[in-house]
Every structure is written in C-alpha cells, then in structure tokens.
C-alpha cells in the first residue's frame, strides 16, 4: 500500500508540472503574439510595406516582459507619466517603455487624456485631423507630431500656423528634433555594394532593346507633376516606363504587383539600363525617397527631381544628374544622349561606387549618428526613438520641477515641415497644359493655409469644437 501512496503522489506531482509548463507556454505564446500585433503598419506610397515597421518592437519582447506585467501596479502608484498616441498609430492599449533610466506608459486609450499623469499627445501627421483634439489644452501638455510622408497626405502641417502647434517633431527635415531625411536608406554599404550593378559592355549590349532612361511610377500626378516633364522628355528621348503612368512597357506578370518593388528581379531589370528617372511626389527641402536611393544601389545614374537640397546628400558631386540645371527638358535629353554615346563620361558617374569612396561627410555622419534603423531589427525603430525623445523630455522638466526650477519649452519651428507652393514647369504652355496640378493640387495647397490658421485660432481658444466651426471658420476667411 504504502507503494502504491508512493507511485500515485509522484504520479499527482509530475500532473502538476505538467499542467504547471503548460500553463507558462500558453502564456508565453499569448505575449508574444499581443507583441507581434502591437505595432500598426503603414503603406508605401506606392503600396508596399515599411519592413521596418512590421519588425518593431519584436526584439523588445523578452526585456519588457516585466515591465508589462507591472503595468497595473505602477500605474496605480502613479511613478511613470502617460504619453498618449492620439493618432493610433501603434495600436497599444498600454505600455510600459524604458528609455534609457526613464520609463513612460506609452497608450492610445484616450480615456487616459484627463490623466493627471498625461505628460504628451503623441501625432501621427498623416491621421492628424480637426475632428477631434485633446483639448482644453494644459499647460504641461506636450504636442508631438511624427510625419515622414508626403505633404500631399495633409497639407495642413505644412504651413507655420499648424507647424507651430507642437513641441516635439520627427520628420524629414534635417532640422527638426528627430530628422528622419535617411529613412529609406538602410546604411551605407547598401549604396557601395556591387551586387546588383552589370558592367558598362553588356549595358552597351543590351541598349539594343532597352532604352537609355527608365521610369516606374504607379502614382500619377502627384503635387510635383512629375508625369508633364517625363511626357514632355518622352518627345525627345526614348524612355521605357514600366509603371501605370505614361505606361509603354510591361513588367513580368510576377513582378507587377507594388509589393515587388523591392524584389530582387526588379532589381535586375532596372540595374540594366544605363539611367533611372528619379523623381519624387512632391518638392520638399530634405524630401528624399527610394527613388534617390534606389539608382545608387543598383549602379544606375539617377536623373533627380525633388529636394532642392539634394547635393548635401548624394555621396558624390558627381553622383546624380540633377534635371533642376536644365531649361528644358530637350535639354537634358540632349545631355543623356551625349553621355550614353561616351563611356567615359557615363562611367564617371559611378566612379565613386566603383571604387566605393563616399566623399559627403554629411550622409556618412547623418547615418553613423542616427539612433534608429532600417530594416534592421538589431536596431530601435525611429518610431520608438521618438517615443524616447519625448519621454526623455518629459522627465526632464519633472526633475526639473522637482528641483524647483521653471520647465523646459521646447517647440517647432516653420522649417522642421516646410514645402512650397506647388509649381508647373517653366517649360509648359499655358494653352494646351492641364494637369492634375491646377485642378487639384494647387487649390489644394491654397485651401490649406486657411485651414492651417482656422485650426489655430480654434486652437488657441482651447476649447473643443466641431466641423461645422472649423469649416465656417475658413470659408469665413475666404470671404
């Protein structure tokens, strides 16, 4: 008997553990899956996926993991400041992010927006709307604002009035708390790399049956009205455009979804041609996209039209052919021709990546002192760098208050988004020119500054209100 107690009490134990280790997996499996969808993922302009922001936060798991069990109770004990995404671009219900030795409780439960531990309102700028603000507005109440998309997502931001609302900004332009003008560069060997580039010969070879210059645009007519200067070009020179705009040649079946844009057999088809029309959607300072960085990569001479600022970011002075020095596009048609007929010439454009000697001491600092990564999930997010940075901030001016000094103001300024009034090309006749730029775009721009300084009266009578104020407020304006 007393064996049989013996057997069945070990038989009990090893049940439990059992049931025990269970119990920890599923749990496990449950926090890495609530992980895995925390993070809300935004779109290419062209369709495709910000791998960057799938991969964020996935690494973060094990060394928060704590940190997420506390939630409640630190919260309860009032010890770490509320910063709330009111633009829920993240997706988190609540959590607890160490940034450095200061921690914040990072949410996008608007319940929170009373708090009294509510320290910042965190903004994603294309989702930045009038229909509904944290207001009234206290005065130890942070706007920050992350916008690294197109001013054509909301033209409101880009405008001094609105601009100015916010304390905190991470976008694009260098000059802003958190510059993001590298975010479709991964680094800096990306762009010396000789993986994709084919020699000069067998370019020369295969001109046969490709033209000197390619195009691949899916979004037509954007504020920068690209498609007029390539249609106007496309009289002078042949220009092979794989996209849905001025189409003239197809993709294989398999590479014509926006999702393969960054497969490595596009890849293939656009490093054979000699030169690659870069232009961007819209004409920014610090504006700059894979359509600069992508020629680079695959040994193709980019043709660039976008920053006016370009030259403090290519990795040579001789790197890209800039169409803003041409008069007109007959031009720099006339410019390529010459240099597809001189190898010399031609390959003195990549004579940098040949011999991978990177001369602007500018883009190597600005990638070597980022703190962020691309696609590079060793590496924090830029979303979760400027989580930090307003979180860094916020405890600072609470030690500060602690300490019995005044607070630390921090604001932006016209320059951290700034882009001017969209323009035709001087080329263009006034008679037979109707692009998407006078129909929309332009009166778009124009409608945006009245609503940028509508928003910022209503604003600054700190008070809720509706559509209908907001909308009578600019049409008032216009009269």
Known sequence: ?????????????????????????????????????????????DGSLKLEEQQKHAYQFFNKQELYSNTRRVLDADRYPILL?????????????????????????????????????????????????????????????????????????????????????ATFSRHSHLPLTTQYLEGIEVIKSLRYMVPLQKKNSLRKGL???????????????????VRELMSYIQVDSYGECLHNRDLPQHLKNPASMDDGNFYRILAQYKFILAFENAICEDYITEKLWRPLKLGVVPV??????ITDWLPSNKSAILVTRFSHPRELAHYIKALDTNDQEYEAYLEWKVKGAISNQRLLAAIQERKWGVQDITQDNYIDVFECMVCNRVWENIRRHKK????????????????????????????IRWTSLQEMWIPSFEQSKKEAQALRQLVERNMNFTAQEFWTLVFKEET
Request: positive net charge; hydrophobic residues 35%.
């Open 404 to 431: 019995g000094l005044s607070p630390r103001r921090w604001n932006a300024q016209v320059n951290h988004l700034s882009c001017p009034k969209p323009e035709a090309f001087l080329f263009s006749s006034p008679n």
């Open 304 to 309: 660039y039209y976008g920053s006016p600022s």
């Open 211 to 229: 033209a000197p210059l390619v195009y691949v645009q899916s979004d037509c007519d954007p504020p920068s009205d690209r498609d007029s200067y």
């Open 85 to 169: 995404w009111w633009s829920p671009l993240t997706g988190e219900t609540g959590r607890l992010g160490q940034c450095g030795q200061d921690v914040c409780f990072f949410t996008i439960k608007r319940t929170y927006q009373h708090n009294h531990m509510t320290r910042a309102f965190l903004f994603y700028g294309t989702d930045f709307n009038i229909d509904s603000l944290p207001l009234p507005r206290k005065r130890h109440h942070d706007w920050a604002l992350f916008h690294e998309e197109s001013p054509k997502n909301n033209y409101k931001l880009f405008h001094k009035p609105t601009i100015t609302l916010f304390n905190h900004t």
């Open 1 to 45: 008997m007393i064996r049989i107690g013996k057997k069945r009490l070990w038989a009990s134990f090893f049940c439990f553990t059992a049931v025990f280790f269970l119990l920890v997996t599923l749990q496990v499996v449950l926090e890495l899956g609530q992980s895995e969808r925390k993070i809300k993922v935004s779109s290419l302009q």
